[in-house]
């Protein structure tokens, strides 16, 4: 996140206004929402995740272990089954 100041990039009008109720402090004015993207999109971690539990199931399928894949990926048996069923539920839906 850059700094900018007001002065240079408001419109004289919207700077009084903005001074009514907030001056000389920094401000934070997020992006439209339309505009934000999805947590992992920009670092490419919703990819690496979405692979990761696709193995995960492929594994599983092919009948290795919930104790066998919590030790190969390092998560609880909680975790593995939630991706299973998640990872399953996906490919039916994009089946029909």
Not at 11 to 16: E, I, M, R
Not at 29 to 54: D, F, H, M, Y
Request: one cysteine or more.
């Amino acid at each position: 996140m850059q700094y900018k100041n007001g002065k240079e990039v408001l419109p004289a009008s919207l700077l009084t206004e903005l001074q009514k109720h907030i001056q000389g402090e920094l401000i934070y004015i997020p992006k439209q929402s339309k505009q934000r993207v999805a947590w992992g999109e920009n670092s490419g971690s919703r990819q690496l995740i979405k692979k990761r539990n696709e193995e995960i199931y492929q594994l599983y399928m092919a009948g290795s272990s919930l104790e066998e894949l919590e030790q190969t990926f390092c998560l609880s048996i909680d975790s593995i089954r939630k991706i299973i069923y998640q990872t399953r539920d996906r490919l039916k839906e994009m089946e029909q």
